[in-house]
């Protein structure tokens, strides 16, 4: 088919041009225009996931042949200014379900109506079940996961039809050079130049982590994921945001799969994922406002030095501290350690989700507006299922139980990393004279543990009894 009018495909959540609902669906009528807007939806630039945003432009610009158009402001004046310039005849892009967003494209779409476009059309190709689409319950919304997953997510989300068709792409003869992606153009901030000995970017990279998952991992998901330094967990979730990958496909392939353990738990993960997003799009301001309005009288209180000792892994529990040096380091932090250290900054240090929730904003690969704030608010007990409150992880068990020989502290605390097995996860409980041999002064190589765990958690119990009535 002889393709002359032109069509933009705004590039968003969806760096890819495999199973791309929107590209392929443009790409059948049309000659492609792709473009990507920095807008005030995009990562902050001094954020590790900006760092993953610009490599993976790139690695999409190399895909689409360096054709794809990078621009910077607002992005309804600078797609009318286009459309008019280039007498542009369709606009296409998948949907996002962050509120700017849908404040944004919910204006594109009316605005624009004014224009004689032959379409402006949105598709799902970030979620398995469109919030809105989730079986109903009576009159009232999901709050806990497991009814969601098990009730309000049964319909096949998989749509045969669109998967996996040859994509056949012709582009635009548009060329703005000032506007064509250079990756040298952009800063990444110092911090984040170590992460590409950890990472490999892209649509490429994101289909191989998957195929190596699948084939060598899977079945050992369930019973291994807890293990903090698994090789058993797929480290997808940086390709999924950044839609690398698709998520049908994703769902597609792991259908086609034997049925057993491992798969399912994998697969009531990406059901965790779909579950914040229908929170986010429920609850639109949980990234500033507790679901439970009830935590509004909770005590948070900040203390700038053990807010510091957390984000720098100087909290004196090893497992604490490994957790948040890995995650400085690699932009990536493992399940169990998130809700680890998620814990023990909302109730034994008693500062509030939002704080850890912008550390994790800035400092992780993955981060996720839904999966990070639904989470957080999870592990603090003000989200939807308040059981999480009276939910204490003791970093000690822990780090025995999913850190059991402590290859995962010594790798991240150079400084206590000659301590026998049975003091790794309790340094101060370690004899005078094994630290005197080793060399280890506690207080001055490694801190000594900045509050008392007991202590603390009873305190976070007596502050949980103030609200408990109202819940
Ligand atoms: P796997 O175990 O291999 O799981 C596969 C995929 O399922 C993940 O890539 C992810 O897309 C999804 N998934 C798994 N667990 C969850 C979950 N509990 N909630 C939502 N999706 C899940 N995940 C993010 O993608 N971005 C975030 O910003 C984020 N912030 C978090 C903050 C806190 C406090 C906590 C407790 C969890 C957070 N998670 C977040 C969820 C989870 O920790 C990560 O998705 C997971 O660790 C990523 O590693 P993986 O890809 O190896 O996961």
Not at 67 to 92: P, S, T
């Amino acid at each position: 088919m002889i393709k002359n009018d032109i069509a933009i495909h705004w590039f968003r959540n969806d760096l890819r041009i495999h199973n791309n609902n929107s590209l392929l669906n443009l790409s059948q009528k049309y000659k492609i225009f792709p473009i990507f807007i920095f807008d005030e939806t995009q990562p902050k630039e001094d954020s590790a996931n900006y760092w993953w945003l610009i490599h993976s432009l790139d690695k999409l610009n190399q895909n689409l042949n360096g054709n794809l158009h990078v621009y910077h402001g607002k992005a309804a004046d600078i797609i009318r200014k286009l459309i008019q310039k280039y007498n542009i005849k369709a606009l296409g892009w998948n949907r996002c379900y962050d509120p700017s967003s849908i404040e944004r494209d919910s204006f594109i779409k009316e605005e624009f109506k004014k224009f004689s476009l032959d379409y402006i059309r949105s598709e799902n190709s970030h979620l398995l079940w469109e919030p809105w689409k989730v079986k109903p319950t009576k009159n009232k919304l999901y709050t806990v996961f497991t009814p969601f997953y098990k009730k309000g997510c049964v319909s096949d989300p998989i749509n045969k039809a669109k998967l996996n068709q040859p994509l056949q792409l012709v582009y635009s003869d548009i060329h703005e050079s000032e506007s064509l992606f250079n990756i040298s153009q952009f800063n990444l901030p110092i911090w984040t130049q170590k992460f590409k000995k950890y990472w490999k970017v892209g649509e490429e990279s994101a289909l191989s982590t998957f195929t190596d998952f699948v084939e060598r991992k899977i079945d050992q998901y369930k019973d291994r994921r807890n293990d903090v330094d698994s090789e058993f967990i797929s480290q997808l979730s940086p390709y999924i945001h950044f839609g690398e990958i698709s998520i049908h496909q994703m769902w597609d392939n792991l259908n086609k799969l034997p049925c057993n353990n491992g798969v399912n738990h994998f697969k009531s993960e990406l059901g965790w994922r779909e579950f914040s997003y229908y929170l986010l799009y429920n609850f639109p301001d949980l990234k500033e406002h507790n679901i439970r309005s009830e935590f509004n009288a909770y005590p948070w209180k900040f203390n700038e030095t053990f807010f510091d000792a957390w984000k720098w892994g100087q909290t004196g529990y090893p497992m604490v501290d490994a957790a948040m040096r890995s995650l400085y380091e690699t932009g990536y932090l493992h399940n169990r350690c998130r809700m680890i250290v998620a814990s023990f900054l909302t109730k034994n240090l008693n500062i509030h989700w939002k704080q850890g929730a912008e550390w994790f904003d800035l400092t992780l690969m993955d981060a996720d507006l839904a999966s990070n704030y639904a989470s957080w608010q999870w592990a603090a007990g003000s989200g939807t299922d308040t059981m999480q409150y009276s939910r204490i992880f003791h970093p000690v068990i822990q780090g025995k139980k999913f850190d059991v020989n402590g290859s995962y502290v010594r790798q991240y605390l150079p400084e206590i990393s000659r301590l026998p097995n049975e003091y790794i996860h309790c340094p101060w409980e370690a004899p005078q004279s094994i630290l005197q041999n080793l060399g280890i002064q506690l207080g001055q190589d490694y801190p000594n543990p900045i509050v008392n765990f007991e202590q603390s958690t009873l305190e976070a119990n007596k502050r949980f009894e103030i609200i408990q009535h109202l819940i």
